[in-house]
């Protein structure tokens, strides 16, 4: 089992940049697959990026990439989304999750273990 708590949301306008982090506990950190997701109210679960758990492989959906880097030091435990040149429709609850295995990196569903999300506002 992996416990993730995520950190580093706040309120910025639109250009702006923000480091998103994720802390997570337990050995199967080092052997996952980590990613990101988005999520506004009564909106589906959206993928945002992911990496394997050596960070050599990376995905991300096509409306964030070039702008957003996720990253990971394992000797931290730490998984990281760093976002620039936001957008007010990056607005949502940003989650982190874990999950063994890299096939469907972007299936919601195939991930076991999730954070209870942190919070980015961006103001036009």
């Known amino acids: 089992q992996v416990q993730l708590v995520e950190s580093g949301g706040g309120l910025v306008q639109a250009g702006g940049s923000l480091r998103l982090s994720c802390v997570a506990s337990?050995?199967?950190?080092?052997?996952?697959?980590m990613a990101w997701f988005r999520q506004n109210p009564g909106k589906v679960r959206e993928f945002v990026a992911a990496?394997?758990?050596?960070?050599?492989?990376?995905q991300y959906s096509d409306s964030v990439r070039g702008r957003f880097t996720i990253s990971r030091d394992n000797a931290k435990n730490t998984v990281y989304l760093q976002m620039n040149s936001l957008k007010p429709e990056d607005t949502a609850v940003y989650l982190c999750?874990?999950?063994?295995?890299?096939?469907?990196?972007?299936?919601?569903?195939?991930?076991?273990?999730w954070g209870q999300g942190t919070q980015v506002t961006v103001s036009s």
């Open positions: 999750a874990a999950r063994t295995g890299w096939l469907e990196a972007s299936d919601q569903y195939q991930y076991t273990n």
């Open positions: 990496l394997t758990w050596s960070g050599r492989e990376t």
């Open positions: 337990g050995r199967a950190f080092l052997s996952s697959t």
